[in-house]
């Protein structure tokens, strides 16, 4: 059964400094990766995905993400923290085309980044 | 495109009571999903209809009940609303099917508080 941990509910950086939120999965397959941002009373929005082919992605808002394979991590990373980047932010993982499963979306617990002055 | 759309976006209602979460999604995709957020607990899928005429049970189906009403309607059912039914839904719909990945779109939910 596939699963994703996210490594911290909160992280609190200063404006400027490096963002790094962690992202561990679990599957049997090469997976699908996505990470979704969620701005406080919104819906989820997608910040960037993984689907084949380069290990590093970038996504929108100057955020990007390295597929690592052998640590089986999907780590997001911003080098410079901006005030309208606070938010709560989702790891999911999908397995769709493999041993019948739906590929349906499997969520982390979340992420609140917290950008102080 | 308004994109997924959800209505209503607050209600409360009392323990007994029963309403209906109504969905609309306008990009012409096959797949549509209702999750629930609660503090701590990330997302968890409670229904899903992977195409029109289709409904599955997800990770935490008890207490709901679906209809997919056409390709664009996807609504969710609270026959006797519980306490423990307090949270926010969202709706989401992805264009699985005429993709390999599960690209899932998301409307801006609904607070629903039970008494």
């Known amino acids: 059964a596939q699963s994703v941990t996210q490594l911290g509910s909160h992280v609190s950086v200063s404006e400027g400094a490096l963002v790094l939120l962690r992202c561990n999965y679990s599957s049997s397959v090469p997976p699908y990766l996505f990470w979704y941002v969620q701005y406080p009373n919104q819906g989820l929005q997608l910040l960037l995905k993984?689907?084949?082919?380069?290990?590093l992605v970038k996504g929108i808002n100057g955020f990007e993400a390295e597929f690592k394979k052998s640590e089986t991590s999907f780590h997001l990373t911003k080098p410079s923290a901006h005030m309208s980047d606070a938010a709560e932010y989702f790891c999911?993982?999908?397995?769709?085309?493999?041993?019948?499963?739906?590929?349906?979306?499997?969520f982390g617990k979340g992420t609140k980044l917290s950008v102080k002055p | 495109n308004a994109g997924v759309t959800q209505t209503p976006k607050f209600q409360v209602l009392k323990t007994g009571q029963s309403m209906t979460l109504q969905c609309a999604q306008d990009?012409?995709?096959?797949?549509m999903y209702w999750y629930r957020q609660d503090p701590g607990m990330g997302l968890r899928l409670i229904y899903y209809s992977a195409s029109e005429g289709t409904t599955d049970k997800g990770e935490v189906p008890n207490g709901y009940n679906v209809s997919r009403l056409n390709k664009r309607e996807f609504s969710l059912r609270l026959e006797s609303a519980a306490p423990s039914q307090t949270s926010v839904y969202f709706c989401?719909?992805?264009?699985?099917?005429?993709?390999?990945?599960?690209?899932?779109?998301f409307g801006p939910g609904t607070r629903l508080t039970v008494l």
């Open positions: 993984y689907t084949t082919g380069a290990t």
């Open positions: 989401a719909s992805s264009d699985l099917g005429t993709r390999l990945y599960n690209e899932q779109f």
């Open positions: 999911a993982v999908s397995d769709l085309g493999y041993g019948g499963s739906q590929g349906n979306l499997i």
């Open positions: 990009m012409n995709h096959n797949s």
